[in-house]
């Protein structure tokens, strides 16, 4: 049995008459980085404060290093690092001054504690610049660097790029990359950019309207989305049999009543394909070469709804 970093069994979150989260059960297992996908409000942030203890779960269980965290918070929680919504600092103080403050709040007994967070998230100690004259970059990275200060195993992270520009967005993608690969973290992160997402994380979570509609690899989600001719017939299934035994075709899969991918594109040929089926009566209404990405399967899973 997979003992799993993050793990939610059946989390509900209500609000008088509003679900936001609707028996949600994750499974983030350790040294991964897993995306939790969706729109602005489908519930990814009010998961993220659960799992903190930041807010109250109505029903449902979270572990966290495979234990339920209710009468284990001082020991769980310190082994936890998070930046939730928008990084809150002095803005009169440095990020250093800030750090240090909060860490002496926060009991953080490594006295390397401030310049080591510093130095992985690639700011500077020293610096005479004072918060509030940060750029948005430099902002959500001294969040995670105040997420780093007690070493955590785990990361949380709510939409650490928004807002940020592309090269912003770059740097902090490059970061997180780092902190899994060199660092061994398990670093759980929210976004509606898929494309970001896309280059960064080892597996995904879609949420809508506060229920999880599919949990996946991004291996598996790569095996899905490559390049493959789109076939919109009459008869799938009947479709499917004429490509097997009179076009000897093997390598596709019947996505739904009238739609084939087809992945074999060196035995297959569009005309060929075209000609085949209608000799055999069925009825070809489109047929084209497709390459999907990330943002494709999202709106396969959420019936088309996008992220913007």
Do not use: W
């Amino acid at each position: 049995m997979v003992n799993y970093a993050i793990e939610t069994i059946n989390l509900t979150k209500a609000y008088k008459n509003q679900v936001a989260v609707n028996n949600v059960s994750l499974k983030v297992k350790y040294g991964e980085i897993y995306g939790l996908l969706g729109r602005n409000g489908a519930g990814k942030t009010s998961i993220m404060k659960m799992l903190l203890g930041l807010t109250s779960i109505t029903s449902g269980a979270i572990k966290l290093f495979g234990n339920e965290i209710k009468g284990k918070e001082k020991a769980i929680y310190p082994r936890v690092g998070s930046t939730i919504e928008t990084p809150s600092f002095y803005p009169n103080l440095t990020g250093e001054e800030n750090l240090k403050l909060l860490a002496k709040l926060r009991g953080t007994t490594r006295k390397d504690a401030v310049e080591r967070a510093l130095q992985i998230v690639l700011l500077p100690c020293g610096d005479k610049k004072a918060f509030s004259k940060y750029s948005l970059g430099m902002k959500q990275r001294l969040g995670i660097a105040n997420a780093l200060m007690n070493d955590p195993e785990v990361l949380i992270l709510d939409e650490p790029t928004n807002g940020l520009d592309p090269i912003g967005i770059a740097e902090v993608r490059s970061l997180i990359k780092d902190l899994s690969v060199r660092e061994g973290k398990t670093i759980l992160i929210s976004s509606h950019q898929l494309s970001e997402i896309e280059l960064l994380v080892d597996a995904i979570g879609i949420i809508h309207e506060g229920v999880l509609l599919e949990e996946t690899s991004m291996d598996a989600i790569a095996n899905i989305n490559r390049r493959h001719i789109l076939l919109e017939v009459s008869d799938a299934k009947k479709a499917a049999l004429v490509l097997e035994e009179k076009l000897k075709i093997s390598d596709f899969i019947i996505h739904d009543a009238q739609t084939i991918k087809i992945y074999d594109l060196v035995t297959a040929e569009t005309q060929l394909i075209n000609r085949g089926l209608l000799e055999s009566g069925v009825e070809v209404s489109a047929i084209s070469i497709k390459t999907g990405n990330l943002e494709a399967y999202f709106k396969s899973v959420t019936g088309g709804v996008g992220v913007a």
